[in-house]
């Protein structure tokens, strides 16, 4: 039989998400051992979530923002 895991899968996805959200790294600690999760490196200069929704912007500079640069990447990935 096998040991139970330290950390189950929700946990570290949950970790995860948080990490990728907010672009930062995020540890645990369990019986002295630490557990860490860190966002992808191309996203640590970008805090913003990466899946957001039109009621997660505070203003129209945002959207208009985010919509040029989803344009922006529609157009590397066309090309």
């Not at 570290?12 to 860190?38: F, H, P, Q, Y």
């Not at 992808?40 to 203003?59: G, K, M, R, W, Y």
Request: proline share 6%; hydrophobic share 35%.
């Amino acid at each position: 039989m096998t040991s139970p895991a330290l950390v189950r899968s929700a946990d570290l996805k949950r970790m995860a998400d948080i990490a990728k959200s907010k672009g930062v790294t995020v540890w645990i600690e369990i019986d002295g051992r630490r557990i860490g999760v860190s966002p992808d490196i191309h996203n640590v200069n970008n805090p913003a979530p990466v899946d957001l929704q039109p009621e997660d912007f505070t203003s129209l500079a945002e959207w208009q923002a985010w919509r040029d640069r989803n344009r922006a990447r529609e157009t590397q990935r066309d090309t």
